[in-house]
T-cell receptor, first 112, second 112 residues
Framework: QQQVKQSPQSLIVQKGGISIINCAYENTAFDYFPWYQQFPGKGPALLIAIRPDVSEKKEGRFTISFNKSAKQFSLHIMDSQPGDSATYFCAASKGNTDKLIFGTGTRLQVFP | ETGVTQSPTHLIKTRGQQVTLRCSSQSGHNTVSWYQQALGQGPQFIFQYYREEENGRGNFPPRFSGLQFPNYSSELNVNALELDDSALYLC???????????FGPGTRLLVL
């Protein structure tokens, strides 16, 4: 059962553009929603995370928008750069076990 | 501050063999989680260790087992390897009460 659905599967953006990746979840008990960035051959690296009591969080060029009623959250990458080319995963967790449920990933390519 | 380290980086085994993967948690972290990431997929939670005991398990058979040591480092053991066990195995560490998980670079396992 896919508890976190992520789209699109791949995304091509021109340098300087805005990259938008969307995720939807099913379990209303989730209370933590991180985004990870993964380069080929590397482990996922935490980008930014949000809790459901906040509707938006911004860190540098990265912004999470959170819609609790729609059970959706999205990652916006402003002024996208070729160095942002990677696979991005949304995830969700609940409670004390901290078990992360990941989306299927979005491969972002930023062209100069 | 030392990050999460994993060994070995790559491993080739044949079907039916056993394998042990190792993880050293980030300094100050007492919880270790293991994930399996098949090619082109998001990481899947295997299990988590806290205070040297299993603290939550995903949908993986008993031939996947683990250990956590007093220094919080951890091992993942897989018995009776199957071809489908070929994947990147990721270790993530975190601290009690903190949701954020930090991933290591992973161990790439190939089962022939």
């Amino acid at each position: 059962q896919q508890q976190v659905k992520q789209s699109p599967q791949s995304l091509i953006v021109q340098k300087g553009g805005i990259s938008i990746i969307n995720c939807a979840y099913e379990n209303t008990a989730f209370d933590y929603f991180p985004w990870y960035q993964q380069f080929p051959g590397k482990g996922p690296a935490l980008l930014i995370a949000i809790r459901p009591d906040v509707s938006e969080k911004k860190e540098g060029r990265f912004t999470i928008s959170f819609n609790k009623s729609a059970k959706q959250f999205s990652l916006h990458i402003m002024d996208s750069q070729p160095g942002d080319s990677a696979t991005y995963f949304c995830a969700a967790s609940k409670g004390n076990t901290d078990k992360l449920i990941f989306g299927t990933g979005t491969r972002l390519q930023v062209f100069p | 501050e030392t990050g999460v380290t994993q060994s070995p980086t790559h491993l080739i085994k044949t079907r039916g063999q056993q394998v042990t993967l190792r993880c050293s948690s980030q300094s100050g972290h007492n919880t270790v989680s293991w994930y399996q990431q098949a090619l082109g997929q998001g990481p899947q939670f295997i299990f988590q260790y806290y205070r040297e005991e299993e603290n939550g398990r995903g949908n993986f058979p008993p031939r996947f087992s683990g250990l956590q040591f007093p220094n919080y480092s951890s091992e993942l053991n897989v018995n009776a390897l199957e071809l489908d066990d070929s994947a990147l195995y990721l270790c993530a560490s975190s601290s009690t009460g903190m949701k954020t998980q930090y991933f290591g670079p992973g161990t790439r396992l190939l089962v022939l």
